[in-house]
């Protein structure tokens, strides 16, 4: 029976180089453009380590948690959030494991613990992430005020129409992965508040910064234009929530 159980020891190495070099060749990003959004300054550190975390030096209270999309470098949304650190927020991308979100919903958790200095928290994903964000709201109430959907909706048995937090869904016109029709159908399980922003001409990939992504329509604006918008969107909901809170 010697050789039974090296069949098995075989099929054990086999399956444990799947599941690390499997996700390793599939993540995506980030390009060389979103680099620089690494490198810390005089207003806004950067730590990358298990996550990435961009520290603003004058900061307002607020923090925003980002899920990143299914197989996507955490570092591929680096332009979006330094953006949003320099303004004033406490910006951290989760890494997930194995690259998707639906096996780390709450990491959002040990974020939230790390930072007891933060006041207000915002809750942000793209794509996957964003449904796993939609769930960590729809589980933790207390523990966000805010949820932005980047290209995104809620997953089926998760309804925020009670929710009282300020909630955005923000979504490409060209967007092959999320479609209109998708995003159409989310509004009847988020807030009948929620605002819904349209960004004329952008993609699902552009979203992110990892290049282009299979079954996604091209896009017909510039990736940095469409970043704008993102960024735009998701300071609105940061914005509200400080306002309300003076």
């Known amino acids: 029976m010697r050789w039974l159980a090296r069949i098995a020891a075989i ?45 603003p030096a004058d900061g307002n209270g607020t923090g925003m948690i980002i899920y990143p999309g299914g197989f996507v470098d955490p570092r591929s949304y680096a332009p979006a959030a330094r953006a949003l650190a320099e303004a004033g927020s406490l910006v951290v991308i989760v890494e997930m494991p194995l690259g998707l979100a639906v096996l780390g919903p709450n990491r959002a958790d040990s974020v939230i613990a790390d930072h007891p200095d933060v006041d207000l928290w915002v809750i942000a994903g793209h794509s996957l992430g964003g449904t796993m964000a939609a769930r960590y709201a729809s589980d933790h109430p207390d523990a966000v005020h805010g949820l932005v959907l980047w290209a995104s909706y809620p997953e089926n048995g998760v309804d925020l129409t009670d929710w009282t937090g300020e909630t955005a869904s ?9 479609t209109l029709d998708d995003i159409e159908q989310s509004r009847a399980h988020l807030p009948t508040d929620t605002a819904f922003v349209s960004i004329e001409g952008g993609n699902h990939a552009q979203f992110g910064w990892y290049g282009d992504q ?33």
């Open 11 to 55: 099929v054990a190495v086999l399956l444990v180089a799947l599941v690390w070099i499997v996700p390793a060749i599939l993540t995506q990003g980030p390009m060389p453009a979103a680099l620089p959004a690494l490198d810390p300054s005089a207003t806004v550190d950067v730590d990358v380590g298990s996550h990435v975390t961009f520290t």
């Open 170 to 178: 923000v979504f490409g016109t060209r967007d092959g992965l999320t």
């Open 214 to 246: 299979r079954g996604d329509h091209p896009a017909t604006i510039p990736r940095p234009e469409q970043q704008r918008a993102i960024v735009d969107a998701t300071s609105a909901v940061l914005f509200d929530l400080i306002a309300a809170g003076d």
